[in-house]
T-cell receptor
Framework: LAKTTQPISMDSYEGQEVNITCSHN???????ITWYQQFPSQGPRFIIQ???TKVTNEVASLFIPADRKSSTLSLPRVSLSDTAVYYC?????????FGAGTRLFVKA | DTGVSQDPRHKITKRGQNVTFRCDPI?????LYWYRQTLGQGPEFLTY????????KSRLLSDRFSAERPKGSFSTLEIQRTEQGDSAMYLC?????????????FGPGTRLLVL
């Protein structure tokens, strides 16, 4: 499975758009890119998944360039409750490999 | 609540004792996964079941660890002769498991502290 690299932490303010970029240089043809969110003392929660170009749902957008070697999770207008750890994963089957994630701190 | 549940939520034990954790997946989910998460790290895959069959085990799962899913529904994870290094959050996840790529639904975890 491809390894992912993402920033250790990021700070933002309420109402701002936050973009978290993940590198996955060795992504395979059949791999998908998935992002999870985790709050303290809870299990990870699925946010969004994509294969290429752009995917949008009610909570986030995922941008994937043509070479698929990176991806960007975009959180519009964050609030204090978006403070969490965000994991970028590259998945090709049943097995899920988590990295250390990005700790997002949203300030008032 | 029809999500994944885990019991207990917290467990404190002394080194050398055995502990057992339970996971109840979402009812129609065939696949069940166990992960371990230490402070500041992402979850690490331990093992997974397709129905009652344990199909893969990580090298992280030493011989002191055993997992079962006897009827293809709930699962148990037992740690024998616990060590301080076993202190972690143990997470369970499930999905339908019809093949291919599927989102996993995680439970709240069991936090283990070995003294």
């Amino acid at each position: 499975l491809a390894k992912t690299t993402q920033p250790i932490s990021m700070d933002s303010y309420e109402g701002q758009e936050v973009n978290i970029t993940c590198s996955h240089n060795n992504i395979a043809t059949n791999d998908y890119i998935t992002w999870y969110q985790q709050f303290p003392s809870q299990g990870p929660r699925f946010i969004i998944q994509g294969y290429k170009t752009k995917v949008t749902n009610e909570v986030a957008s995922l941008f994937i360039p043509a070479d698929r070697k990176s991806s960007t999770l975009s959180l519009p207008r964050v609030s204090l409750s978006d403070t969490a750890v965000y994991y970028c994963l590259v998945e090709g089957g049943f097995k899920t490999i988590f990295g250390a994630g990005t700790r997002l701190f949203v300030k008032a | 609540d029809t999500g994944v549940s885990q019991d207990p939520r917290h467990k404190i034990t002394k080194r050398g004792q055995n502990v057992t954790f339970r996971c109840d997946p979402i009812s129609e989910h065939n696949r069940l996964y166990w992960y371990r998460q230490t402070l500041g790290q992402g979850p690490e895959f331990l093992t997974y079941f397709q129905n009652e069959a344990q199909l893969e085990k990580s090298r992280l799962l030493s011989d002191r660890f055993s997992a079962e899913r006897p009827k293809g529904s709930f699962s148990t994870l037992e740690i024998q002769r616990t060590e301080q290094g076993d202190s972690a959050m143990y997470l369970c996840a499930s999905n339908i498991g019809t093949g291919g790529l599927e989102t996993q639904y995680f439970g709240p975890g069991t936090r283990l502290l070995v003294l």
